[in-house]
């Protein structure tokens, strides 16, 4: 499982790493009739 980070560059990210972002919500993934909550996802607002 990895987190999603919107609006930073990887070279943001590897500078700032996860300071500077909020929680958003979690990524929905459905596999066959299931249908689950999976990844973090975050924006940047830094």
């Given at each position: 499982?990895?987190?999603?980070?919107?609006?930073?560059?990887k070279s943001?990210?590897?500078?700032?790493?996860?300071?500077?972002?909020?929680?958003?919500?979690?990524?929905?993934?459905?596999?066959?009739?299931?249908?689950?909550?999976s990844n973090?996802i975050y924006?940047?607002?830094?």
């Open positions: 499982m990895y987190d999603i980070i919107i609006g930073r560059s943001d990210l590897e500078k700032l790493g996860k300071r500077g972002i909020i929680l958003l919500g979690k990524h929905y993934i459905k596999m066959g009739r299931t249908t689950s909550l973090n924006l940047d607002v830094s």
